[in-house]
């Protein structure tokens, strides 16, 4: 298994522009979610799902959009990049509600400049 | 909103000597606490959860100590080494009647760390 696997994992974008971090699974997990990490602080939850075709809003979702067609993949996308979307991204899943601990990916680095 | 927050932004210690990393949270309707380990330039990894139900739970060189009284979880790793250097993070979440999360995880600032060797 190759877990949860994020790319690109370094992306500079200029402001404006649009992108899609992508997301894959190969463990068979129905949760799904993305964060971002600035410096200094914690993660924070922008989007989540907790099964294909089901997603929700977490904490700080304005200027993401996601979508979960299949249990295996769950892309974030930047509709127009802005200075402030100048963070570090995780996707992570968990095999159901009942498993607490979820699984991380290594993160997408991403600069908007 | 709701947060997590730690006591301590940074934590030195010797190897060998047992670490203690607190962290209070703020809602008191959490029903799960996790805690998580991260390394430089890696995703978070977990280390060990715990039910609203228990106050204690106990791992391989972790135990997690919950007070619900006063909102305060703790991760005490025994025998700490070099390589357990890392960031910390509590994070918390609901579930519902049935145990399964809503989930919702909300995360902490973060412990970092630092074993002497």
């Known amino acids: 298994n190759a877990g949860v696997t994020q790319t690109p994992k370094f992306q500079v974008l200029k402001t404006g522009q649009s992108m899609t971090l992508q997301c894959a699974q190969d463990m068979n997990h129905e949760y799904m979610s993305w964060y971002r990490q600035d410096p200094g602080m914690g993660l924070r939850l922008i989007h989540y799902?907790?099964?294909?075709?089901?997603?929700d809003q977490g904490e700080v979702p304005n200027g993401y959009n996601v979508s979960r067609s299949t249990t295996e993949d769950f892309p974030l996308r930047l509709l127009s990049a802005a200075p402030s979307q100048t963070s570090v991204y995780f996707c992570?899943?968990?095999?159901?509600?009942?498993?607490?601990?979820?699984?991380f990916g290594s993160g997408t680095r991403l600069t908007v400049v | 909103g709701e947060s997590v927050g730690l006591h301590l932004p940074t934590l030195s210690v010797q190897e060998g000597d047992n670490s203690i990393i607190n962290c209070a949270y703020s809602n008191s309707a959490s029903d799960y606490f996790i805690w998580y380990k991260q390394e430089s330039g890696k995703g978070p990894q977990f280390i060990i959860d715990i039910r609203s139900n228990m106050d204690k739970r106990q791992g391989q060189r972790v135990t997690v100590l919950l007070n619900k009284t006063v909102k305060h979880l703790s991760l005490q790793i025994a025998a700490t080494q070099p390589g357990d250097s890392a960031v910390y993070f509590c994070a918390d979440g609901r579930a519902n009647a049935g145990g399964t999360s809503y989930g919702k995880l909300t995360f902490g600032q973060g412990t970092i760390l630092t074993v002497h060797p």
């Open positions: 799902s907790v099964g294909a075709g089901i997603t």
């Open positions: 992570a899943s968990s095999l159901s509600g009942g498993d607490y601990g979820y699984t």
